[in-house]
T-cell receptor, first 113, second 114 residues
């Protein structure tokens, strides 16, 4: 079974721009979560989507948003990019709301100049 | 105080050594505990998952949970150069539902030298 895929793998943007990252979960998985990983803060939870609905949200500003489509694919958007948004953005999927293990994709490395 | 504390290392050991990695946590609501391994420029890979206090073994890996002390460990026996990676502990308070999220330690960088 194919794993979680994320596109693009690498991205360079400038301050003030916006960016959209994409995630395709493992086939059959309906829950998608997003995390931000930085050297200083480690892995931090952004939000989770299930059946096109956001179910949980971390402590990030409103510039970070996401959505999920009917095929469970998810996108994350960051508007008005800041230098501090440079990070590895990881997507993780799990099989159902009641399962407790997440499987991560390879991440998208975002650099903001 | 952060919810999950993990010594970032780096930790360097010779091949064949026993490695001990640890995390402490402050939130007594955490009930489910995981260890992930992350190679450079890759996403985290689930290694071990435990629920109850005690030990769980899988090959060369043993996960240990002590809920009374809010302390979890991962032991790697007969360590190999291929084990060189960052090890992340993660935990959550519920097994699913609408409030599911993982809280991670910052990770320990391990290098196993041939």
């Amino acid at each position: 079974k194919a794993g979680v895929t994320q596109t693009p793998r690498y991205l360079i943007k400038t301050r003030g721009q916006q960016v959209t990252l994409s995630c395709s979960p493992i086939s059959g998985h309906r829950s998608v979560s997003w995390y931000q990983q930085t050297p200083g803060q480690g892995l931090q939870f952004l939000f989770e989507y299930f059946s096109e609905t956001q179910r949980n949200k971390g402590n990030f500003p409103g510039r970070f948003s996401g959505r999920q489509f009917s095929n469970s694919r998810s996108e994350m958007n960051v508007s008005t990019l800041e230098l501090g948004d440079s990070a590895l953005y990881l997507c993780a999927s799990r099989g159902a709301p009641s399962t407790d293990t997440q499987y991560f994709g390879p991440g998208t490395r975002l650099t903001v100049l | 105080q952060k919810e999950v504390e993990q010594d970032p290392g780096p930790l360097s050991v010779p091949e064949g050594a026993i490695v001990s990695l640890n995390c402490t946590y402050s939130n007594s609501a955490f009930q489910y505990f995981m260890w992930y391994r992350q190679y450079s420029r890759k996403g985290p890979e689930l290694l071990m998952y435990t629920y109850s206090s005690g030990n769980k073994e899988d090959g060369r890996f043993t996960a240990q949970v002590d809920k009374s002390s809010k302390y979890i460990s991962l032991f790697i026996r007969d360590s190999q150069p291929s084990d060189s990676a960052t090890y992340l502990c993660a935990m959550t308070s519920n097994s699913g539902g609408s409030n599911y999220k993982l809280t991670f330690g910052k990770g320990t960088l391990l290098t196993v030298n041939p």
